[in-house]
């Protein structure tokens, strides 16, 4: 929930904000000196603080520009007395965002300016996330792992990052890492310098989709008492990701295609066509093609956002990045829970490499910090792998003979297991010792021997 703080002596003032905003679902605090106000600002974090600058303990502009240099997100509007114009100037000099004067006879532009700076601050948040630490965590060099699939998709983050591509569509099982690569792509790229907005189709309603992505006007429907700017265009000149996009209804679907066709749209009760330049990257772990089929999903939607197809196949088709995934995140978790296990040991890396991850590389991550968190060894042993990695009996990947089949010699069975096993790796001979619990040599002079029959 958004969150108000008026710093202002008079009473009546500080109901009246309240009363007024109380009915936008925004919380409001009030304080009625500077110092008390600096206290709750600590306290309550509001994500904007409507300050009067004549205050009975200190000087306005005082207040504001220790707020401004404690929390440099938070908006600030002033509140003055009439005519008292060039002290507002003043103070927006100092980083007040706007002013309202004394009394206020017109709530709307109460409304209006806490609607507004409640957007500002929202975009700054978000621009100071992406400058801060965090737009590191995003760089396609954090997407690990060495399988062929991977290292194509860390290539292709980078060329996307390069071009004008307007429409990226990223499929892939749940925890195969779509999330990970929209934020890459976003923070490869130029438009680095703009927000990244995401909303998650499945979580959101009809109604509020449509007012979601492209705002409405005030008035527009029962309560929508303020103009509000939308996901589409606070993602202006940056990205915006729609997660889960198998999930949005036929009647958002063709608003969402228009949008999509005409780079424009309207906002919910407006009449002006807005123009944005926004990079859409959806997501979804439904194969959105069967759905079309099944008539789930407009086909003319599909093609329209499957401009770039991004296919990020499930961890059990990639196997090689198994390992490097899992020693990455023991890295990580030695960091975060200040620990130093020192690594895998050999048989751990086996059941991790033949267990089928249908959680793919969340379920690893989730497991590798479980076990970083209650490890007391040395390094991650296999015993303590939870009991789908080591109770479970190994199905037999080796198909009987029927019994009217010729039975075949022990040799041919372990030749044709081996054969599989490396098809499995797609050839890679270590990683196949590694899955078959034999050194490389071993496998080398096993695959040389010729079988009987
Ligand atoms: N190649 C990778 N390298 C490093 N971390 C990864 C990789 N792939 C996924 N992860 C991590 O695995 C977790 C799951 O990834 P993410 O949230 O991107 O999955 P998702 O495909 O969006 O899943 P869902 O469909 O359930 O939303 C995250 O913690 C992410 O950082
Ligand atoms: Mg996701």
Known sequence: MDSVLVIDD???????????????????????????GLELVDEVSPDVVLLDLRLPDTDGIQVLRELKARYPDTGVIIITAFGQI???????????????????????????????????????????????????KYRADQI????????????MIAQLARSEAHTILIQGESGTGKEL?????????????????????????DTLFESELFGHEKGAFTDAKATKKG?????????????EVSEVSPGCQAKLLRC?????????????????????????????????????????????????????????ERREDIVPLARHFLAEANRTFHKAI????????????????????????????????????????????????VSRVEPTPVVLPERSAKPVSLATVERRYIEAVLEQVHGNKSEAAKLLGITRQTLRKKLAEQPAD
């Open 10 to 36: 008079e009473r009546n003032i500080r109901t009246l904000v309240s009363r007024v905003l109380t009915q936008e679902q925004i919380e409001v605090h009030g304080a009625g000196t500077g110092k008390e």
């Open 86 to 136: 060039e002290t507002a100037v003043a103070a927006m000099k100092s980083g007040a965002s706007d002013y309202l004067e004394k009394p206020f006879e017109h709530l709307d532009k109460l409304r209006l300016a806490v609607g507004r700076a409640l957007d500002e601050v929202r975009a700054r948040r978000e621009l100071s996330r992406l400058h801060g630490q965090e737009a590191g």
């Open 144 to 155: 690990i792992g060495e399988s062929r699939a991977t290292r194509q998709l860390r290539e």
């Open 181 to 205: 690569v929209a934020r890459g792509l976003h923070y490869e790229s130029a438009r680095r310098a703009f927000p990244f907005m995401e909303v998650n189709c499945a979580a959101i309603t």
């Open 260 to 316: 999509l066709q005409e780079r424009m749209f309207k906002r919910v009760g407006g009449v002006r066509d807005i123009k944005v330049d926004v990079r859409v990257i959806a997501a979804t772990n439904r194969p959105l093609e069967t759905l079309v089929r099944d008539g789930k999903f407009r086909e003319d939607l599909y093609y329209r956002l499957n401009v770039i197809p991004i296919v990020i196949p499930p961890l059990r």
């Open 231 to 243: 996901l589409m265009e606070l993602a202006d000149r940056g990205t915006l990701f729609l997660d």
């Open 342 to 389: 020192k690594g895998l040991t050999a048989e751990t890396e086996r059941h991790l490499l033949g267990y089928a991850w249908p959680g793919n590389v969340r379920e690893l991550r989730n497991l590798i910090e479980r076990l970083v968190i209650l490890g007391t060894a040395e390094y991650l042993e296999a015993d303590q792998l939870p009991g789908q990695f």
